[in-house]
Structure formats: C-alpha cells, structure tokens
C-alpha cells in the first residue's frame, strides 16, 4: 500500500474472490514511499533512513505545518468534530478515562507530512485536539517513512516520535487514544489482538477507518483476507461507532469514512472470534 494513497485501507473483493483497494474517488497521490508491510513482529529497534537534515527543508515543512493547524483549527470541519466530541463522545471519553485525568495520544501511520497534504491535515487535527481538550496528554507518532526531517518538525510540534516500530500493538494498560487515519486493516487488527482482554479494550478510543465499512465489504466475500480482519469484525460486537463529517471537500481525502470507536466487552464469551 502506498504511503497516502486514498482511500488507504478499505478493501474491496473481486469476483474471483481476491482483494483488491477500492481506488480514490477524488484527489489521487502518489506517493515517494516504498511499500512497508505490516508484520506480525513485535517491537523492532526504528530509526529514519535518512542521517542528513535540511534545516531549509525543516523551515518549509514547519510553515506548511503551521499554516495548516491555523486552517484546520479556524475551519467548519474542526467546529464540527470538537461539537460531536463534546457531545456524543463525552460519556465514552470520561468511561475510557475512569479515574485518570487524561489519556495518551498513539498516531500510527499519520504518512509522509512532507509529501502530502492528508498526513498534514490529519497531524494538525491531533496536535488541535491536544489544545483543546484538556484530557489528552503527550502525543507519540510512528510511520517507518517518516524521515529525520519530518521528526524533528514533528518533534518541534510538541509530539514525540517513536523509536521502535510497534506494528501496532500497543497495550493499552491506561487510557489511551489511537488517532490512526487511514491506516490499513491489518494495523488496526494487529492493535485490537494485541489488546484482546476486556480491561485492555475498555482502555481504547480509536479513531480510524469505519469498522462498519470493513464488515459491508468483508460480506461481500469469504477469503484469507476476511480471517486476517478477523479481530475488526468480531470487534464490532461491543463497539459503539461514530462516524465523523468531513464536511467539505478540503476534507475529504484526508479523512473519509473515518469514524470514533468505543469498545466495551462485558463477558469474556464476547471476545470470541466470529465474524457474526
Ligand atoms: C495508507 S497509508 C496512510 C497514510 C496517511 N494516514 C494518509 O491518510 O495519507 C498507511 C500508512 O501506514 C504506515 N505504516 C505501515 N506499517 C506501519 C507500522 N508498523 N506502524 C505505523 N505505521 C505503519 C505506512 O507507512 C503508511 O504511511
């Protein structure tokens, strides 16, 4: 998958049973990335390829940056998500937290900020809820093509950048928000096995591609594809979803069929894996 192809991660499957990624419907990219997989690796060591930094590079990335956050932040979209999670997310967020007074911030996947406006808009998003919402704490970032450059412009926004590539699976043993905008299937599946307990799940707030959609697509076909989801749609028992409005087209590439998802298993017999 390339790294902000749109839409990344909602599959669709072919009548010969395979899978292919439904195509962009407006604002193709290409991309510079190479394709990096998503292992079923644990945790390795991770550092940007590149060893040289451009402090030109770094100026211009910084300005996109800020330039960025003051229109997501001034914008009808922003107005309308910090709205939606005020009011509707509000009980959830506050059951997530329980006694803690704020939640971490995991971005899995935000892509190449440098290259592409999506991962911009989508960083301005985290880094503006951060200001707003008093409950989110530090902001961790991790995409293994993330060069030294953008870390470190990453870094002079206030996040820290991960030095091990997690594969997704984070536990979540306090409160803890997975902002992961298009992301593929199989990270948020490797991050949902890792965190399969009741205690762990109740932990989640998980922003990303709609579970929903993933199950109307998986119906559609049974195949190999299907079982490597499997934790996505057996999650979707006990989990309440929001879908989010992008609003206007400026917002649409970015963060298209993205939803909020709330989990909370009760009994250990919901955590069996079916697809029902
Ligand atoms: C489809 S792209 C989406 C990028 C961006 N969020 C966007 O919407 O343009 C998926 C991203 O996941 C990243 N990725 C792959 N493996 C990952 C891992 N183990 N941890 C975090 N991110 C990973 C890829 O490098 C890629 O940038």
Known sequence: MEASAKPPAIHNCTSDGGWTVVLPRRGRQRSKA?????????????????????????????????????????????????????????????????????????????????????????????????????????????????????SRVIESLGCSVMSVNEHGRREAQKPT?????????????????????????????????SFETYKEHASLCKNSRVNSMEHILSVRRFTTEFRIKTVSDDYYNAFHDSSWHFFSPVLETELQLSDS
């Open 177 to 209: 928000m997975f902002f992961m905008p298009h992301c593929e299937a199989e990270l948020y599946n490797n991050l949902l096995q890792a965190n399969w307990k009741l205690n762990l799940l109740r932990n989640m707030v998980l922003f990303g591609n």
């Open 34 to 150: 190479t394709k990096v997989g998503v292992s079923e690796e644990k945790q390795e060591p991770w550092a940007p390829t590149d060893s040289q930094t451009d402090p030109s590079r770094e100026t211009s990335m910084m300005q996109k940056m800020e330039r960025c956050i003051n229109r997501v932040g001034s914008s009808e979209f922003y107005s309308t998500m910090r709205c939606q999670i005020q009011t509707s997310l509000s009980d959830y967020v506050h059951r997530v937290l329980g006694s803690e007074t704020k939640m971490e911030m995991v971005v899995y996947g935000i892509g190449s900020i440098e290259s592409y406006e999506p991962p911009r808009l989508q960083l301005s998003l985290a880094i503006l809820m951060r200001r707003d919402f008093s409950w989110i704490g530090n902001i961790e970032v991790y995409d293994p093509v993330l060069s030294l450059s953008e």
